[in-house]
């Protein structure tokens, strides 16, 4: 298990962070620098940067990558404020 803005986000420890997102039903995790629009996973093997989020506090981390361990603290990424 781990949090996602808070909520709690099962996970089986083989998942990754967008895995485990998508089969919660969390289609978005991360605003785009311009105008602030949604993203979530678009390739879902790390050659895109849609998936950003913000783990444990260090933001521009690739979600499709990124195994969930369990009391990892993920949050939204907001491109407008959070650049790595």
Known sequence: MF???GRPIPSDGERTIAAA????GVRT????RVGGR?????????????CLVRVNGVP???ACLLVARQGD??????DRRDRA
């Not at 997102?21 to 919660?24: G, R, Y």
């Not at 949604?38 to 849609?50: A, E, S």
């Open 21 to 24: 997102l998508l089969a919660a």
């Open 73 to 78: 603290v993920v949050e939204t990424q907001d």
């Open 38 to 50: 949604p993203r979530g996973v678009f390739c879902g093997i790390g050659v895109c940067f849609d």
């Open 3 to 5: 949090t996602f803005d």
């Open 29 to 32: 995790w991360r605003l785009s």
């Open 60 to 62: 521009s981390q690739r």
